[in-house]
């Protein structure tokens, strides 16, 4: 059996959850998902989402999806598509935290603290209350369950114009690194990928005036969602992040594992200021690693998994 026909036999009869469902690699992933034979509840605060369930439905020709408009800036609102899921299929195993929005201008031209606010609250706030409600639903009911976290290489490289989208997906990151020790009953991972060609990167300027973007483009949004199926159905996987460019296979980040022995090492041997300056190089050569990896060009032939 191939690692793809694996991970489509561990999730069809899954029950998922992708929210930023209307559009984009939410809507593509909830695609790919009930085309694997999972029952999937599409969640996102455009109404538009529930034509896409029906289209979808009417695409496999049966009734694969279902559908709940939510604002996630609302605690309230996540517990109710949660809450929603099970009324609607008794219970759930898969959330995908795909919602996320990206900022319009740099955070030092804004005149206020609004969108800073809505940035912080959708794409980190939301998916770090979605997976606490979630890990605390399958403890008590003793099911096994999966949670995947859209992040992005904006978590992983400094972006001095996109200051409060880079944060969050850099704690996002962090944060599913954290959640390694809640496996193997539930397994946490997360992508970070290179731009894809969705309408929250193409319609942002401040991406497209990224020199990156200028010089390689934009990904194809399937590799994203091959790099995700991977990420939920290969239980090899556990609080691990998937690093997707456009011309590499998916690569798993092992950037926290590695500086976290350096810092435990020297925290315990009281060295921190020796080796501060090799700290520093560690992090340089982490950026030209990513940096390398984004760059490498598009093979002819590309993998499936």
Not at 8 to 26: D, E, P, Q, R, Y
Request: hydrophobic share 40%; proline share 4%; glycine share 6%.
């Amino acid at each position: 059996m191939s690692n793809l026909e694996t991970y489509k036999s561990n999730i069809a009869g899954k029950v998922a959850i992708v929210t930023g469902a209307a559009s984009g690699l939410g809507k593509k992933l909830s695609e790919r998902l009930a085309e694997y034979d999972a029952q999937v509840l599409l969640v996102d605060i455009n109404p538009s989402v529930e034509q896409v369930s029906l289209e979808i439905n009417a695409h496999l020709s049966r009734n694969a999806t279902s559908w709940i408009v939510s604002d996630l800036c609302n605690l309230q609102d996540i517990q109710k598509y949660l809450d929603h899921a099970i009324q609607t299929y008794g219970h759930y195993d898969i959330i995908v935290n795909n919602a996320g929005i990206a900022n319009e201008q740099s955070l030092f031209s804004q005149p206020d603290s609004t969108e800073l606010d809505r940035i912080l609250a959708l794409n980190l706030r939301a998916p770090m209350e979605a997976t606490r409600i979630a890990v605390q639903y399958f403890k008590s009911t003793g099911r096994k369950g999966i949670i995947l976290n859209a992040a992005s290489v904006g978590g992983l490289l400094p972006i001095s114009i996109m200051e409060s989208y880079g944060t969050t997906k850099a704690g996002l990151i962090f944060f599913t690194a954290t959640c390694k020790s809640l496996a193997p009953q539930v397994r946490v991972n997360a992508v970070a990928p290179y731009f894809a060609d969705t309408p929250l990167v193409a319609n942002n300027r401040l991406v497209q005036s990224y020199p990156l973007v200028k010089q390689v483009g934009l990904m194809l949004p399937e590799k994203v969602i091959k790099a995700m199926v991977k990420a939920i159905g290969d239980e090899s996987l556990a609080g691990d992040t998937l690093m997707v460019a456009m011309g590499a296979k998916p690569e798993k980040l092992t950037f926290y594992d590695s500086i976290s022995l350096h810092v435990t090492s020297y925290i315990v041997n009281g060295t921190v200021n020796r080796y501060a300056t090799a700290l520093s190089s560690y992090f340089a050569r982490a950026l030209d690693s990513i940096l390398g990896y984004i760059r490498k060009p598009v093979p002819h032939k590309q993998s499936q998994d």
